[in-house]
Nanobody, 117 residues
Framework: VQLQASGGGLVQAGGSLRLSCTVS????????IAWYRQAPGEQRELVAD???????NYADSVKGRFTISRDNVKHTVFLQMNSLKPEDTAVYSC????????????WGNGTLVTVSS
C-alpha cells in the first residue's frame, strides 16, 4: 500500500486549501486514515482521522475549521482546511492502518502548507 499526498501550497491567512491522500491499491485495504502535521522545530501532531465507518476525530486546534472526508470510489481521503492561520503552517502527511494486518501501518509523502499573515 502506498499513500500519495497532494494539495499543499502557499495561502494567505483566512484562506482555504484541500489536501488529498490517495491509497494506491484500494482504500478498502486500510481502516483508519489520518492526517498529521509537523511544523519546524515542533513534534508531529495528529490533525484529524477517519475510519472505515466514517467516524472522525479532530485536534482541538482545527475543530470547526478543518473537515476530513473519504471518497471510497476515488480511494482518496480529503482534508478541507478553511480559515487557515499562520500557525497551521507545517508539512502535512497522511497515515493509514492496514485493515487486515494488525500493527501494520503506512506513511505517505508530506505536502507543505504555508499560511502567510
Amino acid at each position: 500500500v502506498q499513500l500519495q499526498a497532494s494539495g499543499g501550497g502557499l495561502v494567505q491567512a483566512g484562506g482555504s486549501l484541500r489536501l488529498s491522500c490517495t491509497v494506491s491499491r484500494s482504500i478498502y485495504s486500510v481502516n483508519r486514515i489520518a492526517w498529521y502535521r509537523q511544523a519546524p522545530g515542533e513534534q508531529r501532531e495528529l490533525v484529524a482521522d477517519i475510519d472505515s465507518t466514517r467516524s472522525t476525530n479532530y485536534a482541538d486546534s482545527v475543530k470547526g475549521r478543518f473537515t476530513i472526508s473519504r471518497d471510497n470510489v476515488k480511494h482518496t481521503v480529503f482534508l478541507q482546511m478553511n480559515s487557515l492561520k499562520p500557525e497551521d503552517t507545517a508539512v502535512y502527511s497522511c497515515y493509514a492502518e492496514d485493515r487486515f494486518r494488525s500493527g501494520v501501518s503506512y506513511w505517505g509523502n508530506g505536502t507543505l502548507v504555508t499560511v502567510s499573515s
